[in-house]
């Protein structure tokens, strides 16, 4: 029976219906063009990071609750999640005057518990990861009677995140490719779905975070692989196994899967910050990820990318952008040996002063034990265009006859 989710579940037919419930609640999300992400490719943004709650998932939530009947709704909802989708149940069961109680891993941002409460949901936190959440909420599901609201294995829950395809296909009908984030795939099995009914020229590429690929490994090894720990910045999409419905709504309807690494991640959410001026948590970022680095065939294409949610706690926002500037060139550490002696100093900073570069903090330490008596170490932060211009300033020194230090 599961194997036959899209023909006996699964319809076209319910992901219009889904389009109609939902326009009581959502907003269809603009999509944007994106020429800085790869100038190979006509790149375009789908910016569900916009959307109410700050991600797509509450179009699946919406949807799911809308079907519930009159006996399940006066037992309230259950759900689990990292944090998006707990505001969309949460906001959806409110709306519909229902009782929600969201599971969360302990480790959720903060940002995302305080919304979840904010949307009229009660909290419960547990230890560990989404996994752990998860079955919590099964374990009180079944000694309370709620209705479990799944984040993804569920054929109204895909319906529901099924009407992005839809709108894809209104909004640039010649699109040749659509890149999307993959958690449990939930978003991707029913945009793949939609998409490929009504034009299956169209490519659908799937993207996980390297620390948590859960569907990448199961679909190449053609079986559900359930990870042993997940470990990423992209929280949203740190799914240790992924759903039976999703794994074969994906196997049938997605081209591909890649994986992109957490410094691509956090290149990806400083560029939409400083080209696109749009906020992308980390599990939102890896679709402009993948297309940036060139993990799929993109050049001369027009490609959507699929930025599913902007809920990103703040704090780890900073660590995130610190992070991206170093991975391109842009923030970078110089240890310089030198003799310790008047003028050193102004003869370093004239040098990187005069070649463009900008000195953030400077560390003035003596010399080890093993190191000429005289010596001493300079340790410069510095701002940079990119790496060549750092190879530049470093080059520079060099032929000035100051000692840079590698891989310091």
């Known amino acids: 029976m599961q194997e036959n989710l899209e023909d006996e579940m699964l319809t076209l037919d319910t992901i219009y219906k889904a389009s109609h ?9 603009d999509l944007i063009k994106a020429p800085k992400i790869n100038e190979q490719a006509e790149v375009y943004l789908k910016t569900e990071n916009l959307q109410v709650t700050g991600s797509f998932k509450v179009r699946g939530a919406y949807y799911k609750i809308s079907t519930l009947s009159d006996e399940e709704r006066k037992k309230g909802v259950i759900a689990c999640s990292a944090g998006n989708h707990a505001q969309g149940v949460a906001l ?10 969201i599971c969360l891993p302990d480790g959720a941002p903060i940002s995302k518990v305080e919304a979840t409460k904010g949307f009229g949901a009660e909290v419960c936190l547990v230890p560990g990861v989404y996994d752990d959440a998860y079955n919590k909420a099964l374990q009180l599901r079944d000694e309370k009677g709620y209705t479990f609201i799944h984040p993804f294995d569920d054929e109204n829950v895909i319906a529901g995140q099924g009407t992005i395809g839809l709108e894809l296909l ?11 984030p993959i958690g ?29 690929p859960s569907m990448f490994n199961s679909i190449k090894d053609g079986k559900i692989e359930r990870l042993d720990s ?7 999409i740190a799914v240790k196994e992924p759903g039976e419905n999703t794994f074969e709504l994906v196997k049938k309807y997605v081209d591909e899967i ?65 992070r ?33 570069g900008n000195v953030t903090a400077v560390h003035h330490e003596r010399a080890d034990a093993n190191a000429n008596v005289n010596g001493c170490f300079l340790r410069i932060q510095l701002e940079t ?3 060549e211009h750092l190879e530049e300033i470093r080059k520079a020194l060099k032929d000035a006859g100051f000692k840079v230090v590698d891989n310091a």
């Not at 640039?172 to 659509?178: G, I, K, N, R, T």
């Not at 034009?199 to 799937?206: E, F, L, T």
């Not at 997940?230 to 949203?236: H, P, Q, R």
Request: one cysteine or more; proline letters at 2%; charged letters at 20%.
């Open 92 to 101: 959806a069961a409110t709306k519909a005057g229902i009782k929600s109680l």
């Open 258 to 322: 890649v994986t992109v690494t957490e410094d691509e991640i956090s290149c990806a959410i400083l560029s939409l910050i400083e080209h696109q001026k749009l906020i992308s948590e980390g599990a939102g970022a890896v679709s402009v990820a993948a297309v940036m680095f060139d993990k799929i065939p993109v050049k001369g294409k027009k490609v959507v990318c699929l930025v599913s949610g902007g809920n990103i706690d703040v704090t780890i926002l900073s660590r995130v952008i610190r």
């Open 170 to 180: 209104e909004q640039l009908p010649d699109m040749d490719a659509v890149v999307v």
């Open 230 to 236: 997940v470990a990423t910045i992209a929280d949203g």
């Open 21 to 29: 419930v939902l326009k009581e609640v959502i907003r269809s999300t």
């Open 385 to 387: 265009r990119n790496f």
């Open 184 to 212: 449990g795939g939930g978003l991707i099995s029913g945009v793949a779905f939609a998409i490929k009914q009504l034009n299956p020229k169209i490519k659908v590429y799937g993207v996980q975070a390297a620390g948590a």
């Open 324 to 356: 991206g500037l170093v991975k391109s060139g842009r923030a970078s550490l110089l240890t310089i040996e030198l003799v310790d002696k008047p003028g050193q100093l102004v003869g370093v900073s004239k040098i990187i002063a005069d070649l463009g």
